[in-house]
């Protein structure tokens, strides 16, 4: 049996009778809505996919603690900890989360007057996302990354999604490896990319940090001015790497082509982006990295967009059943932006490094 949205929110402790509950947002995993009450708070009230979050306690355990670190340094700094942090509403009988059937629900406040962004608008708002990770990552960097679970193991192993890939290739499940040669080959042209980032984790070159690992430009939010408010979609932070914070946000937002433009020809990488969202994350955190850290960061953002078209590949090679797809062949275009945008990154190399270096 399932739900209606409005229904469920009415068993969160709201202020006021919810209303309306509407769909919300374009994540690829979640379902969100947007729910006006009978008052002036307005939530975001959240069906989380269970197939990929399984473990919900561990995970909204993460979400509180971290939540609550970053309210008391907001609050610490003079700021609005209930528009510069998200802030979980439990149920009207104290709990985190409610589990309905099979679907676990939660719910947040909604940061109102805020602007988020499915592409880079400007620079400027880029450089402004830019700041608002950086900022996370400051924030987090005394809290200890031993406190949270990992809520999806290997999510960032990159040579592990390597080889879930080249599992789903050879097995070819629902007979489309044929109707993706090329990006297969590009993939495999390319492995030996995957274990830049794990070798340098695993010989004590990159500190493991507290990072967020989904820092794609839309989980970001600016205020009206274009200034950085808050970061959201919180559910992957977890101990990681700067270089999968800083590498995921160029992966989407260092372009003005959408990450499923059907045209590769229109995907464009942006050094001017790049630059800019350096700027804005590098000046709010650099200040602990050492070069190597820095100049990881150019190696993030080769991985994490290799990594994300090899997800995609992969789940299309599978029969899209993680990503939220709205055409059979989604999943086949995502990867192929994502390749041709790794492609310009590794052409651009030198000129890349060269900006990173100007913050050492
Ligand atoms: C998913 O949930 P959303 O849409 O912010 C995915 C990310 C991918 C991204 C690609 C838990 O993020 O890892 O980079 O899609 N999240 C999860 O757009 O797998
Ligand atoms: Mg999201």
Not at 75 to 102: F, I, M, S
Not at 189 to 209: K, N, Y
Request: glycine share 6%.
């Amino acid at each position: 049996m399932s739900f209606r949205a409005e229904d469920i929110a009415k068993l969160f402790a709201l202020d006021g009778e919810p209303m309306i509950a509407v769909p919300f947002g374009c994540g690829h995993i979640n379902d969100t809505y947007f729910v006006e009450t009978s008052r002036a708070r307005k939530y975001i009230l959240q069906r989380v996919n269970s197939d990929i979050f399984n473990d919900m306690d561990g995970l909204m355990n993460n979400i509180i603690l971290v939540t609550g670190h970053i309210r008391q340094k907001v609050a610490e700094a003079g700021g609005d900890p209930l528009r510069e942090c998200l802030t979980v509403v439990d149920t009207k009988d104290g709990q985190h989360y409610v589990r309905v059937d099979n679907a676990f629900w939660r719910c947040y406040i909604y940061i109102d007057n805020a602007i988020t962004m499915q592409t880079a608008e400007t620079p400027e708002l880029f450089r402004a996302a830019g700041r608002a990770f950086g900022m996370f990552q400051r924030q987090l960097s005394d809290f200890p990354a031993d406190k949270l679970c990992e809520v999806i193991p290997n999510f960032h192993n990159t040579p592990n999604r390597f080889k879930n890939f080249m599992k789903a290739y050879e097995a070819d499940a629902v007979g489309l490896a044929k109707t993706a040669r090329e990006e297969i080959l590009f993939v495999r042209e390319h492995a030996d990319l995957c274990s830049l980032l794990t070798d340098q984790l695993e010989a004590g070159i990159l500190p493991l940090r507290v990072t967020h690992n989904d820092t794609k430009i839309n989980n970001v939010m600016l205020s009206r001015e274009g200034d950085p408010l808050a970061v959201v979609d919180l559910d992957t932070v977890m101990p990681g790497l700067s270089a999968y914070d800083f590498g995921d946000s160029i992966r989407s937002g260092a372009t003005y082509a959408a990450e499923d433009e059907p045209d590769v020809a229109k995907v464009k990488f942006e050094t001017s982006l790049f630059k800019m969202y350096a700027e804005g994350f590098l000046g709010a955190c650099a200040d602990a990295f050492s070069k190597e850290e820095v100049l990881s960061l150019y190696t993030g953002a080769v991985l994490m967009t290799f990594e994300c078209g090899m997800r995609f590949l992969t789940d299309y090679l599978e029969g899209s059943t993680y990503f939220k797809i709205a055409y059979p062949e989604h999943n086949l275009v995502r990867c192929r932006t994502q390749f041709e945008l790794v492609r310009q990154m590794l052409q651009k190399e030198n000129e890349l490094k060269e900006i990173l270096l100007s913050y050492c």
